[in-house]
């Protein structure tokens, strides 16, 4: 499911999705009562986004009810949206900068949206996000949310963890796919 963004405010202005936070929840507890598994998209450290944005998507994923998934991307632009418009109006980009990035070769174009520099708040609270979908991380994360850049070598090593789980999750599921079609034959 595409939740794209734990703020409001990003949701409403920048992808025009007008669902509330408590919408949000609600669709995602709908999703868990059904006995689905979720996974769920937010677009992150984009240049529309602010600290606060980011402090609000991480509010929003520790409302969500466990487990899940988290798949967090950067922001594409892609010709004829309106968010190139945006981008345009705001002076975030050039014409020729965005053209650069939307008519590149998919590799360029799927590295320029992670290629923009971000601060080291922006990268903690990001991090925060990604490790809060794992259990056994939150009691860190609750210490660390206060001031995470105060434990940013902490953080990092907290966020290779993540990714080592996610990857550990990864691979059960596809072992379990194999396992099934092969009791299937």
């Known amino acids: 499911m595409g939740i794209q963004s734990g703020s409001e405010r990003v949701r409403r202005e920048v992808f025009h999705r007008y669902e509330s936070q408590q919408d949000v929840v609600g669709a995602v507890r709908a999703i ?23 402090k609000a998507s991480y509010t929003l994923v520790k409302e969500l009810p466990s487990p899940y998934e988290l798949q967090l991307h950067g922001l594409n632009f892609l010709p004829g949206t309106d968010i190139v418009d945006m981008a345009l109006d705001q002076g975030l980009y050039t014409p020729q900068e965005l053209d650069d990035i939307m008519y590149a070769p998919m590799e360029k174009q799927f590295g320029a949206y ?10 903690a609270w990001y991090e925060m996000i ?10 860190r994360l609750r210490r660390w949310e206060g001031d995470p850049l105060a434990h940013a070598p902490d953080l990092h090593r907290c966020y290779a963890l993540a ?10 599921k596809k072992g379990g796919v194999v396992l099934l079609r092969m009791r299937m034959a």
């Open 130 to 139: 990604y490790c809060w979908q794992f259990p056994l991380l939150r009691p």
């Open 114 to 123: 992670w290629q923009r520099e971000v601060s080291p708040e922006s990268q």
């Open 163 to 172: 990714q080592r789980l996610a990857r550990l999750r990864y691979l059960r």
């Open 32 to 54: 868990r009562d059904a006995g689905v598994w979720g996974s769920f998209d937010l677009m992150l450290q984009h240049p529309f986004e602010t600290i606060d944005d980011l």
